[in-house]
């Protein structure tokens, strides 16, 4: 008899109920300590918005020009470049497959 991959299937091992358990119980702590690390970065987040908006608030009051320097974008920051086209026209030569399929639509016939 030749064995194949194909037919070796290995049995996941059982577990006693307590492990069962026990694993649950590792991953809903884990849960929820992922669930409070991310509530605390929110936190974080909104925090310095905040600041961020009082800071610009106060820049505001003292110098328009400031504001409007400190508001406008810095395109040297985050250089990008798109190349390409933005829109392109369909090529007329393209023939689109139709795939396979298997038609099962019922034909009905009036007698």
Known sequence: ???SKANIIRKPPQLAEEEQERRALLIKKWSRSKQQEHD??????TC??????????????ESEELY?????CDTG????ENPG?????P??????PDGKYNDITKVYTQQ
């Not at 086209?85 to 026209?89: A, G, I, L, Q, R």
Request: one cysteine or more.
């Open 77 to 80: 920051m985050l250089p990008m």
């Open 40 to 45: 605390e970065e929110q936190k974080g987040i």
């Open 68 to 72: 409007n320097a400190a508001i406008r």
């Open 91 to 96: 090529n007329s030569n393209y023939n689109p």
């Open 85 to 89: 086209p933005c829109n392109t026209p």
């Open 48 to 61: 310095l918005l905040e600041s961020q908006r009082k800071a610009l608030e106060e820049l505001r009051l």
């Open 1 to 3: 008899m030749v064995l």
